[in-house]
């Protein structure tokens, strides 16, 4: 009896700490770009976006991880801007560069090595050249977004974990046992499919060109392996996202009110958020799909060039579509470069 009345205790503990981690991303969520859209920023999303990334790390974070966190993303930041004003004139070399960088921080995140610091330079090798080449003016706005951001996103983390603490210590999520031909097998798939996309908007500017990079950066950093279900998985995640973005929007263009803003997210946010607390092989889905979602209607909100209802669902229409290519172009050349 003993026993059996310590096993359920423990059930009940690990059950508690899964629904107060799924409060913690929806409140990250909410709050994040409900501030991100009052403060007028370019991009609101980016604290939401970076906030749910910390607190998927199922830990709390500390004082000198939060700083670090800070640190990294401005160092991360410096050195995209040298990247692109050195190689400004030299597209060639530059796209060179920005692919070995790439390579480089998508192999650290399959052989889970130093993964927050890759992640970070990952979003801003890959977009802040992209955008420089567009607009520097919108890539400086990028640039003071993601610093700012970060710092927001620390505090948010900090403040979804004094709202609703841990209770038990969830098991951290391991990384897949993976031989160094199947780490660099999909570094270099990654990087093919998301150096396709930048390549491409860099010689065809487009206005979802930094919210479709975002979104393909947010799947291929799943530990997924984009095999079969999985693959479908994850357009179907983007495929929810992308609807419930939608359908947001549409609620608070009819009602634009900073606490309808803050309910909205709130409810995709615990609804997704549960399902990443679960954990299991579905919660990159879900994760993709909360991702998709924040980044989506962060692009509806953002006081760059509005859109209207119509053109929007078009933008997503868009990002979906490249969505589904990025999934199906990796599933493929991960399986080309293990055969090879």
Not at 124 to 145: D, H, M, N, R, Y
Not at 194 to 212: A, D, G, N
Not at 228 to 242: D, E, K, P, Q, S
Request: proline content about 4%.
């Amino acid at each position: 009896m003993q026993v059996s009345s310590a096993s359920q205790t423990a059930d009940a503990d690990i059950a508690g700490e899964s629904h107060a981690l799924a409060f913690r991303i929806a409140f990250a969520a909410a709050v994040g770009l409900t501030l991100g859209e009052l403060l007028g920023w370019d991009f609101p999303f980016l604290p939401a976006m970076l906030a749910v990334q910390l607190l998927s790390g199922r830990g709390p974070l500390g004082v000198k991880q939060g700083l670090a966190f800070v640190a990294v993303m401005v160092v991360a930041c410096a050195f995209a801007v040298l990247v692109a004003q050195i190689f400004a004139h030299s597209p060639l070399v530059l796209l060179l560069v920005v692919s070995l960088v790439t390579f480089l921080t998508f192999l650290m995140l399959a052989r889970d090595q130093a993964g927050g610091a890759a992640a970070l330079f990952l979003i801003t090798t890959a977009v802040v050249p992209l955008l420089a080449s567009e607009s520097a003016s919108v890539a400086s706005g990028f640039i003071q977004s993601l610093i700012a951001g970060s710092a927001l996103a620390v505090l948010l983390t900090f403040a979804a974990h004094a709202f609703f603490p841990i209770h038990v210590q969830a098991e951290p999520v391991s990384a897949l046992s993976r031989n160094d031909r199947d780490s660099v097998a999909l570094g270099l798939a990654n990087t093919a499919v998301l150096m396709s996309l930048v390549i491409y908007f860099m010689l065809t500017p487009s206005p979802v060109s930094m919210v479709l990079v975002l979104t393909v950066i947010s799947v291929l950093r799943q530990p997924a392996e984009l095999g079969g279900g999985t693959a479908m998985g994850l357009i179907l995640g983007n495929l929810v996202g992308g609807l419930a973005a939608t359908v947001a929007y549409l609620l608070v263009t009819l009602l634009p009110s900073p606490a309808f803003l803050l309910l909205v997210v709130l409810l995709v946010g615990l609804v997704l958020g549960d399902r990443i607390a679960r954990g299991g092989e579905s919660a990159p889905i879900y994760t993709v799909a909360l991702m998709t979602f924040l980044i989506l209607l962060g692009l509806g909100l953002s006081p760059l060039p509005q859109d209207s209802g119509t053109l929007f669902i078009a933008r997503v229409f868009d990002v979906m579509v490249g969505a589904v290519y990025a999934i199906g172009m990796a599933s493929l050349l991960r399986w080309v470069f293990r055969a090879s």
